[in-house]
């Protein structure tokens, strides 16, 4: 019997082609001409902002991606969105490095030229004929009836729209000042628990019913998503983690500057995220950096989960399946890269580009490949021959134009992000050389870009962070974090938490991957294999202060849940797998990151303070803390990093003082920092009991050495347990 008749219990198809509707199409150039009359006019508000962004976002990538080869809507619905960043950014970063910033001009240019192309392509799909008939769709509704779909759909959205409701109560009524060591899994109310609880629920019988609505089914995943990742962030006082004021300060600082500056920082040399984000806060009249950051890091879950969908689907899994697959990703993804940051942007770009490859740049192996699909055949014992499903034909537009859209996205990663954009090569490469990947030459580009780039900033990467920490995989891996978290029960807990979270997945994933195998699905095994092993290629040379561990473990995450999605793809035993596996990773994550939450975030009175200090500050002042302290918050912070040690903290300069630090240690600390401008001296509360907790000092040395700073200098700020003092013209 033949490889393509023998049965198989994993059963794998392509995306279904969907129909061309004209209704996207031009509804996105009707938002683009009416956003860009209210960019004409001048106007401001809240309806500006919310139909400005949106136009932003989608319209751009609507007209970009059309040509491609057809994917499901929820892939390219995010695909649009992560296009529309491109595009913008790539906008964004022409104002900026041509000192030229006029955003709202630019962005109307954006949307006139896109909107005109959406309509074009709304047009020629009317006179197509190809689109979806409300008769058809009021067809599968009638259909869908006697398999029980209606009951699932009012008993299922009525328990998720009582665990939304319950959720939100339970976040509204959460305290987050002053949480102990076990984060906010003490701070949430029964009420929150409840709810979660209830939406978990609905998101595992959607999973595994496949008679459950599929609409409400992705609905419940996305939910899911908004509960766990949008919690901390509807809670916090200000902007979390600590370190997120920074990123708001180089924003701020293209904003009322409209350039960058490359003798700043790293930052102003990798200013792509920076500059699309001033971007679409300028041209929406948002002028305020820090708005929009508390919904950041959710809105990124969101499009990265559906890119993963979107590529699940694209790999072959059906329609929970792939849900399945996004789901596991979103709640095994305890990295924490999400927030507002340059990383988060890189990686929903690379995700994108994954997708682009995997629907219309993907080929059948060459002769390597399938060598290497053979033997690792033969040594699993496959049941059967290696199956290679028939490449849907793609047209030459649809090369073209992925092929240009892979290389825009990997031209925005490269100007955002220092790592990313090698491992998107990473990624590629090899799979050219097997053929899985055509044209060959897509390849050059995308190599070509990150070197290119590289180069002009290569003697500032050495000097300052230095391009290599030596070729010790083994040293990289096992290098150090710079943010170890204080040895207690609750961060033991968490530690192992994530380490079990990861390896329940990967070993899933593994299982996964051989029953592909032994099925005859080795050339589509060995695609998620490599997208999953690539990144080790981060530790190869360099620990990035020990974070280059993490990075690996979050480029690997999407596809280490494809895989596993795989090992639970058939039968009824498989079902209640799946239930048990979205539980126990759902409640991981839910614990081990809510139980990190005390070091994410920031009391409202030090921001204050530090927004208060920002405009005083000047480039030979020098600042002293007690601990963690966002002084670089605003547009000036460039002030803060013009001479060495002009920012320190008491819990990093006990360090020098193994015995003890005294007021008069302090006193020769600031001398030796001084470079003729006033020392500012920040006492907080917080801080305080955060270096006393952690043992760094004693209560005893902080206020000794406040009362030796209120006896020398001027008390210029005491609000909402915080003072600060300045010593004017220090020595």
């Not at 008769?135 to 009012?154: I, K, M």
């Not at 370190?243 to 409209?258: E, L, N, P």
């Not at 090369?399 to 290389?407: G, M, S, Y």
């Not at 280059?548 to 498989?574: D, N, Q």
Request: aromatic fraction near 8%; include cysteine.
């Amino acid at each position: 019997m033949t490889a393509t008749t023998t049965p198989t219990r994993v059963s794998l198809r392509q995306a279904h082609r969907i129909p061309r509707s004209p209704a996207p199409a031009l509804v996105a150039a009707a938002l683009a001409f009416v956003a860009t009359a209210l960019l004409a006019t001048g106007s401001t508000g809240g309806v500006q902002t919310v139909v400005v962004l949106t136009a932003l976002l989608v319209v751009p990538g609507l007209a970009v991606v059309r040509p491609l080869r057809r994917t499901e809507p929820v892939g390219r619905a995010a695909l649009v969105v992560a296009t529309s960043v491109a595009v913008d950014a790539v906008v964004a970063l022409a104002m900026v490095w041509a000192d030229h910033w006029a955003p709202a001009p630019a962005a109307g240019l954006v949307l006139v030229v896109s909107g005109w192309a959406a309509l074009a392509h709304g047009v020629v799909a009317v006179r197509s004929g190809e689109r979806v008939t409300t008769t058809g769709a009021v067809r599968a509704a009638w259909r869908a009836r006697h398999e029980g779909t209606a009951v699932r759909l009012v008993v299922g959205g009525g328990v998720l729209s009582t665990g939304v409701a319950l959720w939100a109560v339970g976040t509204a009524r959460t305290d987050a000042t002053g949480l102990g060591e076990w984060g906010l899994l003490t701070a949430v109310g029964p009420s929150w628990w409840l709810g979660a609880g209830a939406v978990l629920a609905v998101t595992v019988v959607a999973l595994v019913d496949r008679r459950f609505p599929a609409a409400l089914r992705t609905a419940s995943a996305a939910v899911l998503v908004v509960v766990v990742y949008g919690t901390a962030n509807l809670v916090a006082a200000e902007p979390r983690p600590p370190w997120v004021f920074k990123h708001i300060a180089v924003t701020a600082y293209i904003q009322q500057h409209g350039t960058v500056d490359p003798t700043i920082d790293i930052y102003n040399r990798w200013p792509g995220f920076f500059a699309v984000s001033a971007f679409l806060g300028s041209a929406t009249g948002h002028l305020d950096a820090a708005a929009p950051v508390r919904f950041v890091e959710v809105a990124f879950a969101l499009l990265d989960g559906a890119l993963v969908y979107g590529i699940a689907r694209a790999l072959g899994l059906r329609g929970r399946w792939a849900v399945t697959a996004a789901v596991l990703f979103s709640v095994a993804n305890w990295v924490g890269q999400d927030y507002y940051s340059p990383q988060a942007l890189a990686f929903a770009l690379f995700l994108a580009a994954v997708l682009v490859v995997t629907t219309t740049l993907r080929g059948s192996p060459n002769a390597i490949g399938r060598g290497i699909v053979g033997g690792v055949g033969r040594l699993l014992r496959a049941r059967r021959g290696p199956v290679v499903p028939p490449a849907a034909p793609v047209t030459r537009t649809a090369t073209v134009t992925a092929v240009v859209l892979v290389v825009l996205l990997q031209a925005v990663i490269t100007a955002s992000h220092q790592l990313t954009p090698f491992v998107l090569v990473a990624a590629l490469a090899p799979l050219v050389v097997i053929g899985v990947v055509r044209p060959w030459w897509t390849a050059l580009p995308v190599a070509a870009a990150p070197l290119l780039y590289l180069l002009p900033n290569l003697d500032y990467v050495q000097e300052k962070f230095g391009l290599t920490t030596g070729f010790d995989p083994v040293g990289n891996v096992t290098a150090a974090s710079t943010s170890i978290a204080i040895p207690s029960l609750a961060t033991t807990l968490q530690s192992r938490g994530v380490l079990a979270l990861t390896a329940i997945v990967a070993l899933v994933a593994v299982i996964g991957l051989v029953r592909l195998v032994r099925a005859g699905h080795g050339h589509r095994a060995l695609l998620v294999l490599w997208l999953a092993a690539c990144p080790v290629v981060l530790v190869l040379g360099q620990s990035y202060g020990g974070e280059a561990k993490f990075r690996v473990v979050l480029f690997s995450a999407p596809f280490l849940a494809i895989a596993a999605a795989h090992a639970l793809h058939g039968r009824r035993w498989r079902l209640a797998g799946t239930a048990a596996l979205v539980t126990a990773t759902t409640v991981l994550f839910v614990g081990t990151t809510f139980q990190a939450e005390q070091a994410n975030q920031t009391p409202a009175g030090d921001v204050a303070a530090a927004r208060w200090l920002d405009g005083r500050f000047t480039a030979d002042d020098t600042l002293t803390t007690v601990g963690a302290f966002p002084a670089i918050i605003g547009a000036d912070y460039p002030a803060y990093l013009q001479h060495w040690g002009q920012v320190a903290s008491l819990a990093d300069t006990t360090a020098w003082f193994p015995d003890g630090m005294t007021p008069a240690d302090l006193g020769r600390s600031v001398v030796d920092r001084s470079h003729g401008g006033d020392a500012w001296f920040v006492f907080s509360d917080a801080q305080r009991a955060d270096v006393v907790g952690r043992g760094v000092l004693t209560g005893a040395e902080v206020d000794g050495m406040e009362r030796s700073v209120a006896a020398e200098g001027v008390l210029r700020y005491d609000r909402d347990g915080v003072r600060v003092y300045e010593v004017a013209r220090a020595a």
